[in-house]
């Protein structure tokens, strides 16, 4: 199964040709890049396929047996995770051509295809070493990607999105020297078995490790108390760079999900339930914070950055209940809150871009050229990301409310949180909508001077991109079934390590010959 | 020797804590180098301390060091200059956008005209 690879491999061949050699021709540079990526979801597609069927497919990098070589892995989750990014990828390299912005700085292709490689390889190794190695790519293609374009404004929030990473991946380096330290080994499935009979004298070691990673995952995925970065580096960067970042919270979120289950399974000996229980505290008050945010704000990109962060703290919550049922919401509700939250910055972006001086403030402004159509646009990105029905924003967070529905005491609270935050979401988003696309029309169009230029209009091939993100979100909310189907076998796979072990450590023995 | 790694792990990272800390971005990408010091040593010390062994198959050797974390270590080194090289780049461009080498983002700032 030498595609495994070819999701890390494609773009990371890719990426320097359009640096070094298309670097000058921006059409040529457009089709390769939207080329890859076709190419790109369609190997991921097919990997979702091969990995549908149960089995655990283990690539080994140059053909050296496990623990020690590295090794990507191919289960349920990493699967869809891969074709998740790769559906996404391609619907925000659509947007990005049709609407300009790949032209507004350098590189813009070649960053974003450094991106996916290092996201793609992030979800499918196996090693934790190799993980921040991939941690490492995607954040430095995505410092790039942030300040494309620049701006006084785009450069600061960059910087402290740069800083606030630059440390959490110190201590992600802290937490492997302890982990290894400990057990001796960096690979996920060797872990898993050395810490089952670690030593008890080693046990408060590997905890403070644990700890840790979950602290470095907590970065990634924005949650409180490390969540700060996420607000102005979402508002700040380019639309579609931002609608592309929707899916690096999630990067946290599947780190989470696998080490807290495969190598540290719930209710061991050297974590118990503390990290369930910490990440429930997290994540409370993530979704009441991006609520307040949401309330507070004055803009619209910092807006749907705070929806965004509610969203996470959701997701959270039902990835801290640790449970096959609240984990199948989980991964419900990751592909829900990606394409939701990528839909509304694409569409927010075509709104500001239209709205000239009143760039993006919640003010009234005289109306933009397609008022109509972008503000039923937004209206179906508001529904899908507070949570009501039609879409799949109702069916996610009514999975996640009922895998937390017996959690003990902790129920009243979750739930209470979750609803209260859904419907000040909601307020938050009803106000935006009507100050931005309602009021405005309280007001006339100025009149257009002789040789003025026409109002600038959406491009088409960018609205199609936002068109196929609306299907997507409609897709995801038809084949709910299906879905959670795949879903209940890929936490089967995850509450269960042992297929997974054994087929990472099948040629362990023959080290030694 | 352990006293002097854990002694240079530990003022490494307490130098380094304080200053990312700070406002300024100079003193904050210091202090990240700083803090890739300190998780090199302390790589390093992840294999157990031990001199005068070799870490590559030898006749005449009795004992190995362990080799695993020299290479993470040469992987984390090279990682962090790119890192470094990079922030230095971004905050530098930052400054000469905004007249000011401050990390966090003042008010009036906020609501300023973007691109």
Same mark, same amino acid.
């Given at each position: 199964m030498h595609w495994i690879i070819a999701p890390v491999i494609l773009p990371a061949l890719l990426a320097p040709i359009l640096a *070094? &050699?298309?670097?000058?021709?921006i059409v040529l540079a457009r089709s390769f890049s939207i080329a890859g990526t076709v190419a790109l979801a369609a190997i991921a597609t097919g990997l979702t396929i091969t990995a549908a069927g149960g089995e655990t497919l283990v690539y080994e990098l140059g053909n050296w047996p496990a623990p020690f070589g590295i090794v990507l892995v191919l289960d349920r989750l990493s699967a869809a995770m891969v074709l998740l990014t790769a559906v996404l990828g391609l619907v925000v390299v659509l947007y990005a051509a049709g609407s300009g912005w790949?032209?507004? @700085?350098?590189h813009f292709h070649a960053l974003f295809q450094f991106q996916l490689m290092g996201i793609f390889g992030a979800f499918l190794t196996g090693d934790t070493f190799n993980l921040f190695v991939f941690f490492e790519v995607l954040l430095i293609a995505s410092y790039g990607l942030m300040i494309h374009g620049g701006g006084k404004a785009r450069l600061r929030a960059g910087l402290q999105y740069v800083i606030m990473n630059l440390a959490g991946s110190t201590l992600f380096l802290f937490a492997l020297g302890t982990i290894y330290a400990t057990t001796g080994t960096l690979n996920i499935a060797d872990l898993s078995l050395r810490l089952q009979e670690i030593p008890a004298d080693d046990a408060a070691l590997a905890r403070v490790a644990a700890a840790l990673l979950l602290v470095v995952f907590a970065v990634k995925a924005a !949650? *409180?108390?490390?969540? *700060? $970065?996420l607000s102005g580096t979402y508002a700040n960067a380019p639309g579609p760079v931002a609608a592309l970042f929707a899916v690096m919270t999630k990067v946290g979120a599947y780190a989470i999900l696998r080490f807290y289950t &495969?190598? +540290? #399974?719930? @209710?061991?000996? &050297?974590? @118990?339930t503390l990290p369930g229980d910490v990440l429930t505290v997290m994540a409370l008050v993530t979704v009441a914070l991006g609520a307040l945010g949401v309330l507070g704000t004055r803009r619209l990109m910092p807006l749907i950055a705070f929806s965004v962060l509610t969203s996470v703290g959701t997701l959270m919550l039902a990835v801290a209940g640790f449970t096959p049922e609240a984990t199948v919401a989980a991964l419900y509700y990751i592909v829900h809150s990606t394409l939701a939250t990528a839909l509304l910055f694409l569409v927010a972006d075509l709104v500001v871009a239209q709205r000239g001086p009143a760039q993006d403030r919640l003010e009234q402004a005289p109306p933009i050229a397609q008022n109509g159509l972008l503000a039923a646009l937004f209206f179906a990105g508001a529904i899908a990301m507070a949570g009501?029905?039609? !879409? =799949?924003g109702f069916l996610g967070k009514l999975l996640v409310l009922d895998a937390l529905g017996d959690s003990d005491g902790r129920t009243v609270v979750i739930w209470a949180t979750i609803l209260i935050g859904s419907l000040v979401t909601i307020v938050g988003f009803a106000r935006a909508g009507s100050v931005v +696309? $309602?009021? =405005?029309? #309280?007001l006339d169009r100025p009149e257009p001077e002789e040789d003025a230029p026409p109002a600038p209009r959406a491009p088409g091939t960018a609205l199609s991109g936002i068109g196929a993100m609306l299907v997507l979100l409609v897709a995801t909310t038809a084949l709910a079934g299906p879905m959670t189907a795949y879903f209940e076998g890929a936490a089967e796979q995850l509450y269960d390590p042992s297929d997974y072990v054994r087929a990472v450590l099948a040629r362990a023995g023959e080290g030694g010959e | 020797m352990e006293l002097i790694v854990a002694g240079a792990v530990g003022v490494l990272t307490a130098a380094g804590v304080y200053l990312v800390l700070r406002l300024r971005s100079f003193p904050v990408i210091l202090g990240l180098t700083l803090l890739s010091y300190a998780v090199n040593v302390f790589l390093f010390s992840s294999g157990r301390l031990a001199t005068a062994l070799p870490p590559v198959l030898s006749k005449y050797a009795t004992d190995y060091s362990d080799p695993l974390p020299q290479a993470l270590v040469l992987t984390a080194i090279v990682i962090a200059f790119g890192m470094t090289a990079v922030l230095v780049m971004l905050s530098l461009g930052a400054f000469l956008e905004s007249d000011d080498d401050r990390v966090d983002i003042p008010g009036e700032d906020r609501m300023e005209e973007r691109p």
């Open positions: *070094f &050699v298309m670097r000058h021709d790949d032209r507004r @700085g350098h !949650l *409180f108390p490390v969540q *700060f $970065w &495969v190598i +540290f #399974a719930p @209710g061991n000996e &050297v974590t @118990g009501m029905p039609p !879409l =799949s +696309f $309602w009021k =405005s029309t #309280a | -």
